[in-house]
T-cell receptor, first 106, second 122 residues
C-alpha cells in the first residue's frame, strides 16, 4: 500500500521559515493536499493541488511538490501556526494521509 | 452555512455493529464525493472509506474492507457508515469530510465534521 512519510516534529522560531516535508514514491505525479489541525478541532484544508490555497488561508503558507517530496512552507511563522500538519494524496481510488508533523513555534 | 454533522457514535462490545450518519447542509450534496476519516485521540488521521458523488464508486481502507460499508442518500443529504464486526482497534473519532471538487477524487477535502466517537471495549 502507498505510504506518505512526514517528520514527527518540526521546530521554528517566530518570524522564521518552517518547512514540513512529505515523502512518497513518485509523489510528484500526484496532487498533494495539506491540513492543519489544532487540539480539539477538526482538520482544516490549507493547501490543495500541491500549491493552491483555499480562500482565507494566509499567504505565508505555500506548497510545492516534485519528485518524491512535497513540502509545506510557512514564511514568517507565527505562534498561531503551532499545530499538527498532515499531507494527503490519492493512490488509485484510495486516500492516504501522512503520519502528521507537530509544528512547535518556540 | 456549509456543514457536516456526524452522529451514531457510542460504546459497543467487540463483534457488535454500529451505523454512523453524517448530515450535510449548505451545499449541493449530490455533486460531491464524501469520505470517512478516523483519528485515535492523540494520533494521526486515517482514511476509512470514500464514496463518489453518485454512489457508484466506493473505496475502503484495507483495515476495514469486508466489515464496513459506506453509502449515501442524496435525497436526505446524508452519508452513512455501517460498521460490522467491530474491533478494539476501530476505537476512534470518526469524521466525515467533503471533497473540495465536484465529483470527488484526486483532490482535498474542504469541509469536515466535528466527529463522532466510537469506543469498542469489552
Amino acid at each position: 500500500s502507498y505510504e506518505l512519510t512526514q517528520p514527527p516534529s518540526v521546530s521554528v522560531s517566530p518570524g522564521q521559515t518552517a518547512s514540513i516535508t512529505c515523502s512518497g514514491d513518485k509523489l510528484g505525479d500526484k496532487y498533494v493536499s495539506w491540513y492543519q489541525q489544532k487540539p480539539g478541532q477538526s482538520p482544516v484544508l490549507f493547501i490543495y493541488r500541491d500549491i493552491e490555497r483555499p480562500s482565507g488561508i494566509p499567504a505565508r503558507f505555500s506548497g510545492s511538490n516534485s519528485g518524491n517530496t512535497a513540502t509545506l512552507t510557512i514564511r514568517g511563522t507565527q505562534a498561531v501556526d503551532e499545530a499538527d500538519y498532515y499531507c494527503q494524496a490519492w493512490d488509485r481510488s484510495t486516500v492516504v494521509f501522512g503520519g502528521g508533523t507537530k509544528l512547535t513555534v518556540l | 452555512e456549509v456543514q457536516l454533522v456526524e452522529s451514531g457514535g457510542g460504546v459497543v462490545r467487540p463483534g457488535e455493529s454500529l451505523r454512523l450518519s453524517c448530515a450535510a447542509s449548505g451545499f449541493i450534496f449530490e455533486n460531491y464525493g464524501l469520505c470517512w476519516v478516523r483519528q485515535v485521540p492523540g494520533k494521526g488521521l486515517e482514511w476509512v472509506s470514500g464514496i463518489y458523488w453518485n454512489g457508484d464508486t466506493v473505496g475502503y481502507a484495507e483495515s476495514v474492507k469486508g466489515r464496513f460499508t459506506i453509502s449515501r442518500d442524496n435525497a436526505k443529504k446524508s452519508l452513512y457508515l455501517q460498521m460490522n464486526s467491530l474491533r478494539a482497534e476501530d476505537t476512534a473519532l470518526y469524521h466525515c469530510a467533503k471533497s473540495r471538487i465536484v465529483g470527488g477524487s484526486n483532490d482535498g477535502f474542504d469541509i469536515w465534521g466535528q466527529g463522532t466517537l466510537i469506543t469498542v471495549s469489552s
